[in-house]
T-cell receptor, first 115, second 112 residues
């Protein structure tokens, strides 16, 4: 089974802090995604990556950056956390290439609170 | 804006009853998927239906797709308390690569 892990389930940070959210998948998937989930808004794509060192902006990239130095790891960075970034953050991965499937496998989520 | 919109936003039924959730979307799609999310957890993939398919089954789940109406429905038969969760549809647009666009979800509560 695909396993996607996220570094923290709950995180509390202060306004202005730099925040790192880590995601690791163990199935050699090419694609990795970061979403945020807010009540009434569903899941919104922040950034995604289809290969090491490759990244593309999603629908709401402002205030975020990402890093993918290794295939299995995709990091979301909040350069200067703000209260409006309080949210549930979900990481996901999917397979690409000749056996591409669009099914995404999700981590358990990180509930981030910015005070 | 959200590609998929689920209806209803919330649904409460008794154990043993069937639950039907609907999803509408706006652009042409490659496939449509349904995911389940238990409270405070990540999403779990349930079923995928391709644009050239009209109906698909998986256990107690039945999904239909009507591309002319840009809509899909998820039917859960003989519901159980363990089916209590939020259900999301997600679409892959035609030529849209690997990205999914999610709807806002239906909260299903199955009561004993």
């Amino acid at each position: 089974d695909v396993k996607v892990t996220q570094s923290s389930r709950y995180l509390v940070k202060r306004t202005g802090e730099k925040v790192f959210l880590e995601c690791v998948q163990d199935m050699d998937h090419e694609n990795m995604f970061w979403y945020r989930q807010d009540p009434g808004l569903g899941l919104r794509l922040i950034y995604f990556s289809y290969d090491v060192k490759m990244k593309e902006k999603g629908d709401i990239p402002e205030g975020y950056s990402v890093s993918r130095e290794k295939k299995e790891r995709f990091s979301l960075i909040l350069e200067s956390a703000s209260t409006n970034q309080t949210s549930m953050y979900l990481c996901a991965s999917s397979l690409s290439g000749l056996v591409r499937t669009d099914t995404q496998y999700f981590g358990p989520g990180t509930r981030l609170t910015v005070l | 804006s959200q590609q998929g919109e689920e209806d209803p936003q919330a649904l409460s039924i008794q154990e043993g009853e069937n639950a039907t959730m609907n999803c509408s979307y706006k652009t042409s799609i490659n496939n449509l998927q349904w995911y389940r999310q238990n409270s405070g957890r990540g999403l779990v993939h349930l079923i995928l239906i391709r644009s050239n398919e009209r109906e698909k089954h998986s256990g107690r789940l039945r999904v239909t797709l009507d591309t002319s109406k840009k809509s899909s429905s998820l039917l859960i038969t003989a519901s159980r308390a363990a089916d209590t969760a939020s259900y999301f549809c997600a679409t892959v647009p035609t030529g849209g690569g690997n990205k999914l666009t999610f709807g806002t979800g239906t909260q299903l509560k199955v009561e004993l």
